[in-house]
T-cell receptor, first 108, second 116 residues
Framework: GQSLEQPSEVTAVEGAIVQINCTYQ??????LSWYQQHDGGAPTFLSY????GLEETGRFSSFLSRSDSYGYLLLQELQMKDSASYFC?????????FGKGTRLSVIA | DAGVIQSPRHEVTEMGQEVTLRCKPISGHDYLFWYRQTMMRGLELLIY????????DSGMPEDRFSAKMPNASFSTLKIQPSEPRDSAVYFCASTPDSRSSYNEQFFGPGTRLTVL
């Protein structure tokens, strides 16, 4: 089977940097994805890592270590609009299995 | 371009009633996924289709749930009879190909179902 662990809540100050960690267990592994979901909205894709290392997309970066079954999402220059839930999702024997999500609150 | 379309956006029904949720995937997308999201269980994959054919329905909770995809532009998820524990947000997602299924899926706005 597949399982993912990520913190349930994180709070950070506007303008700061925050890192959301994700560890996973899976039989078969293609890659690790990250999704953002605002309250009342739908999950939207942020990034994908298939290989070890860092992927950068604007203020957001995502990292993967396959040997450690670990990844993280890094959000820089936090803005109030970044307050949302962030999900890691692993692709293995089934297309995507999602973690329970990390609720990020950005405070002034 | 239109994204994934779901209807209704909200549904309130009474226990024992039949509920039908609808989804129109993005045109040209070959894969369609149905998810259920609750606070307790998070976002769970219920079933997915490739070219209108169900590929994996192991996430369907029980026989009360059924899903169909009669053509490339329409899918339904039916619950009969509905129970209060079915209350959740149901999302439909689509992707253009197999590779995208494993990273970037496009989600619809969801249907919030409340069973009284």
């Amino acid at each position: 089977g597949q399982s993912l662990e990520q913190p349930s809540e994180v709070t950070a100050v506007e303008g700061a940097i925050v890192q959301i960690n994700c560890t996973y267990q899976t039989s078969g592994f293609y890659g690790l994805s990250w999704y953002q979901q605002h309250d009342g909205g739908a999950p939207t894709f942020l990034s994908y890592n298939a290989l070890d290392g860092l992927e950068e997309t604007g203020r957001f970066s995502s990292f993967l270590s396959r040997s450690d079954s670990y990844g993280y999402l890094l959000l820089q220059e936090l803005q109030m609009k970044d307050s949302a839930s962030y999900f890691c999702a692993v692709a293995g024997n089934t297309p995507l299995v999602f973690g329970k999500g990390t609720r990020l609150s950005v405070i002034a | 371009d239109a994204g994934v379309i779901q209807s209704p956006r909200h549904e309130v029904t009474e226990m024992g009633q039949e509920v039908t949720l609808r989804c129109k995937p993005i045109s040209g997308h070959d894969y369609l996924f149905w998810y259920r999201q609750t606070m307790m269980r998070g976002l769970e994959l219920l079933i997915y289709f490739n070219n209108n054919v169900p590929i994996d329905d192991s996430g369907m909770p029980e026989d009360r749930f059924s899903a169909k995809m009669p053509n490339a532009s329409f899918s339904t998820l039916k619950i009969q009879p509905s129970e209060p524990r079915d209350s959740a947000v149901y999302f439909c997602a689509s992707t253009p190909d197999s590779r995208s299924s494993y990273n970037e899926q496009f989600f619809g706005p969801g249907t919030r179902l409340t069973v009284l």
